[in-house]
């Protein structure tokens, strides 16, 4: 990854959280009413929920467009560019989704998106998420606490770590036939990080289910670390007693490590880490510890020096 300069992207459209607001509001109202229509026809979406409900970790800082979302993307199996993502992820087929489940747990299988989906309640966590690139975001992601479907699981007591894939298809992403990284995308947690209630699964955002070029249909989000751990499309989830080597550590361990906080006082190997640039924003601002997750996470590193354990 390079350090990016300039996200180039203007924020005309800084109404879209208030408008996404309305329509849910409306859309509640409507459901209360017994007025909706129900076809039949449409998709399942697992993220339109109306009655979702915002999270008390939710941030109030105000969102970025949905446009900017969904356009500006990083997801290398599609290209190494940001806009490549959305104009080439639709080859990614997300229907029917399975995601395998192995390593040190009691129930492992293959589990149907809609089975692992169906006894969650999707709500709406609005976080800050900041690349290790030097720009970040404001989204309202879709999702539910990673620890409700680590529970489900029964990891047993050799389980340290949660080690997590992306779909490996180089016939539908075409970066997988390149070497611009090491397939299939790889990140990993420790158990107590996949465990605490920041981490979520995420579905979609802005009320809506993920478009592919964001990890359709099952993401990972993890607020206080780069953007590179919250893995995309994820197909496997395993229990592991070792510390699972990601795939950005494979391409240049001195410069990416296994916890990947974020740290303004630790720089990456060729740039700051100080400061960064919020997309549709011009000045620079203070990036802060933890991603400003420091009351809900610093405890997870007390005697650590996180100067080596970058
Ligand atoms: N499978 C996969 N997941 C991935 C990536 C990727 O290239 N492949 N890029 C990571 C990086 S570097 C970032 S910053 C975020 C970007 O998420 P977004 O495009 O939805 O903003 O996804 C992360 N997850
Ligand atoms: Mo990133």
Not at 13 to 21: G, L, Q, S, V
Request: proline fraction near 5%; charge should be neutral; glycine fraction near 6%.
């Amino acid at each position: 990854m390079d350090f990016d300069k300039n996200p180039g992207i203007s924020e005309n459209d800084i109404t879209d959280y208030e408008t996404y607001k309305k329509r849910r509001t409306f859309m509640k109202t409507a459901a209360g009413l017994g007025i909706v229509a129900s076809t039949g026809l449409a998709m399942k979406s697992f993220s339109g929920d109306a009655k979702a409900k915002t999270s008390n970790y939710s941030t109030t800082e105000k969102t970025t467009s949905y446009k900017s979302i969904t356009s500006y993307c990083n997801y290398y199996e599609f290209g190494t560019s940001k806009r490549d993502p959305a104009k080439h992820a639709h080859s990614l087929v997300t229907s029917p989704w399975t995601v395998d489940v192995d390593g040190e747990c009691d129930n492992p299988g293959t589990y149907d998106l809609e089975d692992l989906l169906k006894p969650v309640s999707i709500e709406e966590r609005i976080y800050r998420f900041r690349c290790v690139e030097g720009w970040s975001m404001v989204i309202p992601w879709m999702g539910f606490p990673l620890a409700d479907l680590i529970k489900r699981m029964q990891p047993n007591s050799k389980a340290k770590y949660v080690r997590f894939e992306t779909l490996y298809d180089p016939d539908n992403m075409p970066g997988q036939r390149t070497d611009s990284l090491s397939w299939p995308y790889v990140e990993g947690l420790r158990m107590d990080e996949a465990m605490n209630p920041l981490t979520l699964l995420s579905t979609g955002l802005y009320g809506k289910d993920l478009l592919n070029q964001n990890g359709a249909p099952l993401r990972l989000v993890v607020p206080w670390k780069y953007g590179f751990k919250s893995i995309k499309s994820i197909a496997r989830i395993s229990f592991t007693e070792l510390q699972p080597l990601n795939s950005w550590q494979l391409s240049s361990s001195s410069e990416y490590g296994f916890y990947s906080n974020v740290n303004p006082d630790v720089p990456h190997q060729r740039w700051s880490q100080a400061k960064e640039r919020r997309v549709g924003e011009f000045t620079k601002r203070k990036t802060q510890l933890f991603n400003g997750y420091e009351k809900e996470v610093a405890e997870l590193y007390t005697g650590m020096d996180l100067k080596r354990f970058f």
